[in-house]
């Protein structure tokens, strides 16, 4: 055998294993299949799941919150943070939040405010919210343990932190409204 054919054999049986590889990789829909009892049609014109909020009662030590977005409402059970220990804590420590869970600060008069992720174990949705309850910004999974500050960008009468990646889940953006005693509107 020369030394070109050992190298050339080794060359073939790798293009012809990715080969394969991807041509058993290959889906033809990322969709899945839709019920013997719907067609087509039917599957594509379905509705799609709303998001799962809070359901009952809130229970002791939380107070019932809504997110108002065009495509539904959302419900959450918030523990209130209305004095300066209380919001310097935060969710500080903590390992987990459920995704109908959450907490709302309360700054009491409108103002400027910067959140930070120091001893924040999770990464979370910090929503900065006017007083009239509509929605200024949110930054999106904020990285835990980071010192970076996240400014409001203007002025804020309460802050709403959800778990990482749920203000995305329920479609909430600039401009979405939050309906909680809190937030008086016009």
Known sequence: MSSLTVPLRGLIATVGALALLAACSERPSAQPAPA??????????????????????APAGFEALETVTPSGRTRFFVEIADNDAERERGLMFRKSLAPDRGMLFDFKTPREVA?????????LDIIYIQADGTVLSIARNATPLSEAPIPSGGAT??????????SAEIGLMPGDRIEHRMFKRD
Request: proline share 10%; net charge positive; charged share 10%.
């Open 36 to 57: 013997a009892s719907q067609t087509p049609a039917a599957a594509a014109s379905a509705p799609a799941k709303a998001p799962i909020g809070a359901v009952g009662e």
């Open 115 to 123: 959140f930070w992720m120091r001893n924040t174990l999770i990464p």
């Open 157 to 166: 009468l309460g802050v709403l932190e959800l778990a990482g990646g749920r």
